[in-house]
C-alpha cells in the first residue's frame, strides 16, 4: 500500500496535490511570493532567484530540513575563492536569509535564518565632484556637441541627473506626458514599486522645456535615441552611463564619473549646507537611513577650513560670528 506521506487532499474530486520538500521546489514558491504577494520588482525577483539557485547548484536539490550551518560556511568561502567580493557575498547571505525566512513562515522546517552572518564590510568610500567641476559637466555638450537637439537633449538629460537626483533606470523610463512644463515637481516609480516625488531645480526646468519644445518627433519616451538607426527608442543605460563619462573626460576630470556620480555630489552639497537627513533620504528614494549617511562625510580640506576658525582672532571693535563664518558661502564653495 503506498503512503501517503507528504501528500494533501486538493479537492473532493480525488485530486491529490504532491508537496515535494526540495529546496528547488521551495525556491519556486519563494519566487512566486516575491512576484504575487510582495510585488517586488524584476529585478529584486532576478536577483534572489540566481543567489539561491547558486547555494542550490553548490550543495544539491536536498531536503529543505537536510540544510545545516556548514552549508553556508562552504558555499560562502566557494565564493569568495571565486574572486567575489564581500559585499557580493554577503549579497548571496541576504538572499539565502529571505528564502529560508519564508520557508520557516509556511511551516517548513529548515535552516534558521537568523544563523546567518553578514560579514562586516569596510565603510564605503562615496565619490563625488566639486561645484565647480559639476557645472563644467554640464556646460559640456554646448561647448563640444554640434547636433543642436543633442545638444539640449545632452543638457537636459545632466540636469535632471544632477538636480533630481534620479537612478538611471528611472531616467530611462520617464515619459514626456510625465513632465508638465509648469511644474517642478513630478512622480516616478521607483524600487517596490512605490510612488516617489521628484522635484526639478529651476536649471533643469529649463533646460527640460527647451528641449521638449524642440522635438518633433511622436516618441512618448522623454530621452530618446537621435541616432539613424534607432532614431525615437528610448536610452539604454549604457547610453546615459557613456554620455555622462565622455562629457567628464571632456572637461579634463580625471576621476571616475557616473550617473551615480552625480548623485552623489548633490546630496553631499545640501548635506554640507546642514540639510536635513531625513528630507535628503525622502528626496533620494532611500528606504533605509543608513544608505543615507555614507553622504555625511566631508573631506579633509572643509574640516581644516572649520578647524582653523579656532585659531581666528577676533576683532572685538567689530562683532564677528563664528557660525557666519561657518555658514558663509565661500567655505562651502572652495
Known amino acids: 500500500m503506498k503512503s501517503n506521506k507528504n501528500r494533501i487532499k486538493f479537492d473532493e474530486k480525488s485530486t491529490w496535490y504532491s508537496f515535494s520538500n526540495t529546496l528547488s521546489s521551495h525556491l519556486e514558491r519563494f519566487v512566486n511570493y516575491l512576484q ?14 540566481l543567489r539561491v539557485n547558486r547555494f542550490i547548484e553548490y550543495i544539491w536539490d536536498v531536503d529543505a530540513s537536510e540544510i545545516k550551518m ?24 541576504v538572499g539565502l536569509r529571505s528564502f529560508f525566512k519564508f520557508m520557516l513562515r509556511n511551516d517548513v522546517e529548515t535552516l534558521s535564518p537568523e544563523k546567518i552572518d553578514l560579514a562586516k564590510i569596510p565603510p564605503r568610500r562615496v565619490s563625488y565632484l566639486s561645484e565647480e567641476q559639476v557645472q563644467d559637466i554640464l556646460a559640456a555638450p554646448w561647448i563640444f556637441e554640434k547636433n543642436p537637439l543633442k545638444i539640449l537633449r545632452d543638457k537636459a538629460i545632466l540636469a535632471t541627473l544632477y538636480g533630481t537626483w534620479l537612478r538611471v533606470t528611472e531616467l530611462i523610463t520617464l515619459k514626456t506626458k510625465d513632465i508638465k512644463l509648469g511644474e517642478s515637481q513630478f512622480s516616478v516609480i521607483w524600487k517596490g514599486s512605490k510612488l ?16 521638449i519644445l524642440s522635438r518633433a518627433d511622436d516618441s512618448e519616451y522623454l530621452f530618446i535615441s537621435l541616432s539613424w538607426n534607432s532614431y525615437g527608442q ?16 571632456w572637461v579634463w576630470i580625471k576621476e571616475k564619473v557616473t550617473p551615480h556620480t552625480l548623485r552623489h555630489s548633490f546630496a553631499t ?3 554640507r549646507r546642514w540639510a536635513d537627513i531625513r528630507s535628503v533620504q ?13 553622504y555625511t562625510h ?37
Open 269 to 271: 552639497s545640501l548635506l
Open 196 to 211: 516617489r516625488s521628484v522635484f526639478l531645480t529651476q536649471d533643469a526646468k529649463e533646460k527640460l522645456k527647451k528641449y
Open 282 to 294: 525622502d528626496l533620494l528614494g532611500h528606504s533605509s537611513i543608513q544608505t543615507t549617511q555614507i
Open 70 to 93: 556548514m552549508h553556508i560556511q562552504d558555499f560562502r568561502t566557494s565564493l569568495i575563492k571565486q574572486g567575489l567580493s564581500p559585499k557580493t557575498v554577503n549579497y548571496h547571505a
Open 298 to 334: 566631508v573631506d579633509d580640506k572643509y574640516l581644516q577650513k572649520v578647524h582653523d576658525l579656532l585659531d581666528k582672532k577676533q576683532n572685538f571693535d567689530k562683532e564677528v560670528d563664528i557660525d557666519d563664518e561657518i555658514f558663509s558661502d565661500n567655505l562651502f564653495n572652495e
Open 234 to 249: 528610448p536610452l539604454s543605460r549604457n547610453t546615459v552611463e557613456s554620455l555622462v563619462k565622455k562629457y567628464a573626460e
Open 36 to 49: 504575487y504577494t510582495k510585488n517586488a520588482s524584476p529585478k529584486t525577483i532576478e536577483n534572489y532567484s
